[in-house]
């Protein structure tokens, strides 16, 4: 299902002016910058309408632009995205706004505004209270979001009549707020304000954790918040309920930041703000909707520019990192990224390892030979989303603690782990007609039993080299004892990590021991 939703505010056009640096200018100490191409993005509130497209809604937007060509640009590439513009003003008495980025080396070197943010003309506002009463009841919205960046539009009486309309109608209305006066956003569902916003309109210093529950309670009490929130950078989102507010039991909870690599918060807020409303308008708890806003915060902050996330992106991210076994990723969470389709791609099996359900049979971890194909076609997709796959191989005969350490510390080193196990051929033909000890079946139960183990792949070769050229892993993990010694498949693998064994713990002790006994 896709959420209908409507996104009132600043409309702004993002211009990228992205070159090289190699010098210093002999007129003034000022960087040279040699122009490579410019780009064009949307900001403010259409870069909140384009990541809702981005989560796949339905997207109205409403605001002003001017006259200009800016004006004609930005509605065009609203258009392009698919978010309906019958909602915006045009005022010929003012210009549209535009920020110019100039971006060299992935970093933002100067930024220039080209604005007006004198207050929208009453035929503005009312062109918009008129536009969003209409479609709130003619397409049937479940959400709308306002996105104040201080540029006009949002004036305290235009804000305090669309959060009454939504009211009326039983809308959420969620509000990224601006300036340190917020009367004028009392009665939203939620705001979403970074933690130095926060301090600007309560007064009170946030340095510590009860300082930020006094803050996160002074929002609540002075806008009547149904959910009062702060994100906080890289200290993730904290929140609290207005119902454990006025019980006056406050339950502050923390979401804590998730962000692995960060190249440009640029837009980050706007990511947040339109996560949240397409999680709240399918229905979603607050907490699984501020946990899904963190990921995709990730995901954008990872990336140079106003940016977008998609659902697919969302869920790589948080499968990538080992984030899809908290408490909130339960299967209704996860209907969200089924619905496009993100694990399609991937074996039975596979879905439900990823989605930490329980396996009906420890079998369900051996790819048979019929099925192996298909098995390297989901290792295939998964590579192209960054995920890191780990091989080893062994004998694995008479399991015992090395082998459990061995493997754990294996798996630790990526996403996936894949254990190739010889075959009885191939056991005998290396060691000799008294191995193995434990037939083929039951050292492939023994592994598949193993939390740390993902897959297992039986082969009987004398080397896994084929199998491991068909598998092409990240990383290929031996023994220790492999150092300075030629590590068979080396070449289909981007690196070989050593692991140490637990000294005095190997099979063939534990038969002799089993022999003098």
């Not at 796949?56 to 632009?65: A, D, H, L, R, Y």
């Given at each position: 299902?896709?959420p ?14 992205w070159?090289?640096?190699?010098r ?31 989560l ?10 001017g006259?200009?060509?800016?004006g004609?640009?930005l509605?065009q590439e609203l258009?392009?995205r698919?978010?309906?513009?019958e909602?915006i003003f ?10 110019s ?9 100067v930024?220039?505004?080209?604005e007006?943010k ?8 009312k062109?918009?209270?008129?536009f ?12 709308l ?14 804000t ?38 926060a ?6 210093n ?24 702060i994100?906080?950078?890289e200290?993730g ?7 454990s ?43 699984q909707?501020v946990?899904?806003?963190?990921a ?7 990336k ?7 659902k697919k992106?969302?869920f ?36 439900k390892?990823?989605?930490?359900q ?8 051996w790819i ?7 098995f ?20 694995f005969d ?8 061995y ?21 005998t ?27 297992v ?43 140490e ?17």
């Open positions: 299902m896709k209908n939703i409507l996104v009132v505010g600043d409309l702004i056009l993002d211009h990228y002016i070159g090289n640096c190699e210093i200018s002999p007129e003034a100490p000022v960087q040279v910058i040699d122009v490579k191409r410019e780009s064009l993005n949307l900001g403010g509130a259409c870069n909140v309408a384009n990541n809702l497209i981005s796949e809604s339905n997207v109205w937007i409403c605001g002003m632009v006259c200009d060509e800016a004609n640009t509605k258009k392009n698919g978010i309906k513009i909602g045009s005022n010929p008495l003012r210009p549209t706004t535009q920020k980025r100039l971006i060299a080396a992935h970093q933002q070197v930024r220039i505004d080209r007006d004198s207050p929208i003309c009453q035929e503005g506002e062109f918009i209270l008129d969003v009463e209409h479609t709130l009841v003619k397409s049937k919205l479940q959400c979001v306002l996105s104040d960046y201080r540029k006009g539009v949002l004036s305290e009486s235009l305090q009549s669309l959060i009454a309309l939504a009211k009326a109608h039983n809308l959420k209305i969620l509000i990224d707020p601006k300036g340190k006066d917020y009367t004028k956003y009392k009665g939203a569902t939620l705001l979403t304000p970074n933690k130095k916003e301090i600007q309109a309560t007064g009170i946030v340095c510590d954790e009860d300082s930020l529950q006094d803050c996160i309670v002074a929002l609540q009490k002075m806008c009547a918040l149904e959910v009062s929130l994100t906080l950078s200290d989102i904290a929140f609290a309920t207005r119902d507010i006025q019980a006056e039991s406050v339950k502050l909870e923390r979401m804590p930041t998730i962000a692995r690599e960060v190249f440009d918060v640029t837009g980050a807020g706007d990511t947040v703000i339109a996560s949240l409303a397409y999680m709240l308008a399918l229905g979603k708890p607050v907490s909707s946990y899904f806003a963190n995709a915060a990730a995901v954008v902050v990872s140079v520019g106003s940016a977008t996330a998609s992106e969302i790589a991210y948080l499968r990538r990192n080992n984030l899809l076994d908290s408490a909130l990723v339960n299967a209704e969470f996860l209907k969200i990224f089924d619905e496009e389709s993100c694990l399609n791609h991937l074996s039975e099996r596979m879905v390892i990823f989605k930490r329980k396996l009906l049979s420890y079998w369900d971890k048979k030979a019929e099925e192996l194909n298909e390297l076609e989901s290792l295939r997709q998964l590579k192209e989303e960054n995920f890191k796959i780990v091989f080893t191989n062994g004998c008479i399991l015992h603690l090395g082998h459990i350490d493997l754990h510390k294996a798996r630790n080193l990526g996403d996936l782990l894949i254990v190739g196990l010889n075959s009885d051929s191939s056991i033909h290396l060691k000799g007609t008294l191995r193995p000890i434990n037939e083929e079946k039951d050292r492939i139960a023994m592994l598949c039993a193993l939390e740390c183990v993902d897959f792949v039986v082969f009987s070769e004398e080397t896994p080299r084929e199998l491991i050229a068909k598998i092409r892993p990240h990383t290929l993990v031996k023994g220790a004892d492999y150092a300075n010694k030629e590590v068979v498949g080396r070449e289909f693998s981007e690196e070989v990590r050593l692991i064994f637990i000294e005095g713990k190997s099979t063939s002790q534990l038969i002799q021991k089993i022999k003098e006994s």
